[in-house]
């Protein structure tokens, strides 16, 4: 392969990141199957492939794709035999053939049209009929332009696997007839928590991977983000969804300081703090107070955004506002109650009122079934039994965490903690 095809290629993929999406949601409009859309994308991304090393880069390779994809979207339709759908499908392909005719109207309204699009393609990938694993999978494929297997690294499962689970989201979708629309009234707000929840997963299993050899899976965050934010623009009116932005922005700011050179997890109080990034920060702390400006209560997504607003304003741990912290998980357990939210909230309470009253809170998790296999429960005892000096306790609950969780970098963190508290409890 020549240089100049090799730069093609390059382009073609970061076009086919930043435009699949929009390219999609288009088609999905046009032909009202999810699959069928994504199958002529893929063509138009083959005919890319295919012509740009030769020809060079069009100057607007998004509506080149777009074209490229209803010309083989308008052939397709017409070499069907016309049978019981013969109406639908040739109403599809006047529809299509009109809007081969859209530059003559004006920009505002294609792009009013494209962020409509983008929306009702997020609804249909989250949409509740599916599976939690298949939200994730068909979000990612045509909202995140992941390929097969670039979903199957981020989640450590065979590629055949995330291939199965795509099929079988779209075949559920179609034989669901799931509308290509934008929920109303109560319908959105349900909906809409389905949706939320996705971007979040995506980015907490970027942020702290829960197996393999890595701590942080960039992408996946800067994936969740990118689609956050679209989501944000789409619907200014809703607090969450800017309480959801706000809370990955300010997570994500703390990326660079993570891990080590070596990849190893560095602990939130053990951050450099001024490798935090300020403009993640601000545009964190923006998001929230538009999502505190809408009125009312904050919700779950905002609240937390809060919290992590609490440690990003601190320029040292010590600064910390952690009886702040403690009120808002507080407010977070009675909005939305889970043994995970009341293990944050013992780790809050113990830091603004000591360990003693902490591991009394974690007490009553013990026996929780929703945590029986949550590494992060004796990791919380092992380290509050450590500051009361039971290093002996804290040894043995060091050794368990390490041998619930699945990452290699934090049972290897959990191991090194283990053994430390061995040297001192003799």
């Known amino acids: 392969m020549s240089e100049l095809e090799s730069a093609a290629r390059r382009a073609i993929n970061a076009v086919w990141r930043i435009e699949s999406a929009r390219l999609i949601a288009g088609l999905t409009r046009l032909v009202r199957d999810v699959g069928l859309a994504e199958e002529l994308a893929q063509d138009a991304l083959v005919a890319a492939l295919e012509r740009w090393p030769r020809s060079g880069v069009p100057e607007n390779p998004g509506a080149w794709l777009m074209a490229a994809a209803k010309n083989r979207g308008l052939d397709l339709l017409r070499r069907r035999k016309l049978g019981d759908g013969k ?12 809007a081969n005719d859209q530059a003559i109207a004006p920009q505002e309204q294609l792009d009013e049209q494209l962020g409509d699009d983008l929306l009702r393609l997020m609804f249909i990938a989250c949409h509740p009929v599916l599976s939690q694993d298949a939200r994730l999978a068909l979000t990612l494929r045509l909202l995140g332009g992941l390929t097969t297997a670039e979903i199957a690294r981020a989640f450590l499962v065979p590629e055949s696997t995330i291939a199965q689970r795509i099929v079988r989201a779209k075949r559920t979708l179609s034989e669901a007839h799931v509308p290509f629309e934008v929920p109303r009234g109560t319908e959105l707000t349900a909906r809409l928590s389905s949706v939320l929840q996705v971007l979040y997963l995506i980015f907490n299993e970027g942020y702290s991977a829960t197996a393999g050899d890595d701590w942080l899976r960039p992408e996946l965050c800067e994936d969740a983000l990118r689609l956050g934010r679209v989501l944000a623009g789409l619907l200014p009116e809703e607090p969450e969804v800017h309480g959801l932005v706000a809370l990955m922005e300010i997570q994500a700011s703390r990326m660079g300081a993570r891990v080590d050179t070596a990849g190893d997890p560095i602990l939130l109080l053990d951050q450099n703090r001024a490798l935090w990034n300020q403009i993640f920060i601000r ?19 905002a609240l937390q955004a809060a919290i992590a607003a609490c440690h990003a304003r601190a320029t040292t741990a010590a600064e910390t506002d952690w009886s702040r912290i403690a009120a808002l998980y507080d407010a977070l357990a009675q909005l939305a109650p889970s043994p995970v939210v009341e293990l944050n909230r013992a780790v809050a309470i113990s830091m ?21 296999g949550y590494h992060l429960l004796p990791s919380v005892r092992g380290d509050l039994l450590a500051k009361l000096g039971r290093f002996e306790e804290a040894r043995v609950e060091f050794e368990r965490a390490a041998s619930l969780t699945r990452n290699e970098r934090e049972r290897k963190l959990l191991l090194e903690r283990a053994a430390g508290y061995a040297d001192r409890s003799r």
């Open 87 to 98: 109406r639908q499908e040739l109403t599809w392909v006047a529809d299509a053939e009109a």
């Open 283 to 301: 545009r964190g702390l923006a998001e929230l107070e538009r999502a505190e400006e809408t009125g009312g209560d904050l919700g779950p997504y």
């Open 352 to 372: 603004a009122f000591g360990p003693a009253a902490g591991l009394e809170l974690t007490e009553a998790l013990t026996g929780e079934p929703a945590l029986e």
